[in-house]
């Protein structure tokens, strides 16, 4: 069955926001009553996504014009496994959906790189249910192969949990009271303040993370950096269409990934030169531990290792991630950047 849908943000569905174009998925069912659009059995289930590559977007085209955006990409993901939960799965919207983790790969970075013609996005998606209560998974893992213009280039994974109403409030506030124990104001770095007006450090360059627009910058200048060390905050510009959480909801998935992408640039090119402009990510791991709350400091802490060369010659810088509220870790993640030139 071929179907095509639209973003529409949604309490069950707080990530899947800013895409630009329809999505159109093709249902591959392997089982007779999954030929049923509301009717598919708890079992492994096969889809094709296909979608056209923004041309022109505040976010996901936004920077220098290198590279497809990894973000636009895991967006499509992330907006096609929540229709596929509610719509094929029968999961009650009421339940909100959770990344226990994810990953994304880029196997070829030739179809990456940007030509200024259109190009096509395909996503051969494969769903399994897991923990199946009265017919009703509790959780999806998702895996993708991604194909731009015919050519396959990469792939994806995500791991979602269903959680019931109640045991998401119950967590988010034992959570949420863990952070404000352990949680202290955000102190600027001394070198950054001037004793006689006390004013606040210089933003972070957009260019210097790969973006042009101000408000898609998510992380601030290093509060430290012990040991070679980075310590930055993040936060997203007030009111972003991707980056920020609806009212009453935890800190959104795109926010790590696009904050993982931008500190490790930091990083890698204070540490080792690589030119932000032509970095791509070419592989990112991420295991989520608790949520986030959007109206507490959240600080990012990477640490880049030493350059080594891919097959090719290009130097690879790879980074280890970790993401917190106070002493409280919501997110550790790992990340690969290619210097592509």
Sequence with gaps: MDITFTSQPAPSAPDSRGLVAPLHLLHRPVTPEGFLLDAAAPVEQHFALSAELPQEHGTFTDG???FHDLLYIAETLRQATHFVAH?????????????????LDVLDPAPWRRTGRPAHLTLDLTVTPVDVVNGVPRGLDCRSDVAIDGVPCGSASARLQFLMPGVYRSHREVGRQESLRSTTPVVLPLASMTVVTQEEPAAVAPRSVGR???????VGPPLRAPYGEFVLPVAADPGHEVFTALPGDHVPGPVFLEASRQASLLAAAELHGLRPAHALLTRW???????????????CTVVAEEPVR????????????????????????????????
């Design 212 to 218: 042009e627009d101000p408000r898609n910058v998510v």
């Design 64 to 66: 220098p014009g290198t």
């Design 285 to 299: 791991r991420a295991s989520f531990r608790g949520f986030g709350d959007a109206d507490l400091p959240l600080t």
């Design 87 to 103: 719509q094929y799965f029968r999961v009650p919207a009421e339940r909100p959906a959770v990344f226990v983790s994810s990953g």
């Design 310 to 341: 891919d097959e090719t010659g290009r130097p690879t810088v790879r980074t280890r991630l970790a993401f917190s509220q106070g002493s409280r870790v919501l997110c550790t993640a790992s990340a690969v950047l290619l210097q592509d030139c």
